[in-house]
């Protein structure tokens, strides 16, 4: 909210109108600053409409717009039928999301890392979870289901959950869907069941955490060897995200 700043640089507009004025005055009787002493004028006459602009109540209307809630988590992309949603959403540099109501998707260990695979030359963007065909999938916070989609030559059967802390969780090479777009739950509610759709060599719950599109590594958030969070809250940046400590069980 930058009402306060308003405030500063219309006092600071004022006091300028008055210093100019004075400047005016003294300037009057010189003839060779007459044409300068019109242009301090006419941007004096500027200023004052912009100053009588402000007063309007056009202007407390675009204050109270300022002052309105952020927009409903729910609506950016909703219907985009994308992984990413957020294309065109302007991303914070920063931001803090809380995580202390997490529930493990399913309880096996990290088999593969995220991060860049040099074998496929791309980036792994979450991280794959053991589990066998037809074990339950829970929903790893509150939230609500945006998409339950099928891709043949990628995630095959998966469900992308929006949550109300800002993340979004995506679930891929499932085998079926226990859920609905657009339906509500409860962190641990079961979403799905585990399988090997898609670009899948096996058995597995491939697992994103997403901020706004951005896929932060899993492993930076949760601790899945001790099905826990590392902290209550995550610290995101986005100049640093893909860079978070790349906990990998297999190489420490
Ligand atoms: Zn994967």
Redesign the pocket.
Known sequence: MNFGKRIGLTLSLAAMLAGTSAFAQNLQSVSNYSSRHDKLLARQSTIGEQIRLEETEQYANQLYEECEPEPDIYTEGWESGLVNSYKNAVVPDQATIDVSDFHMPCPGIVT?PYGYRPRFRRM?K???LRSAIGDTIYAAFDGKVRLTKYERGGYGYYVILRHTNGLETVY?HLSKFLVHPDDVVKAGDPIALSGNTGRSFGP?L?FETRFMGYAINPSALFDFENQTVRAEEYAFDKRTYEKAPSYNPKRS
């Open positions: 593969s792994h979450g991280v794959d891929g597995h491939h």
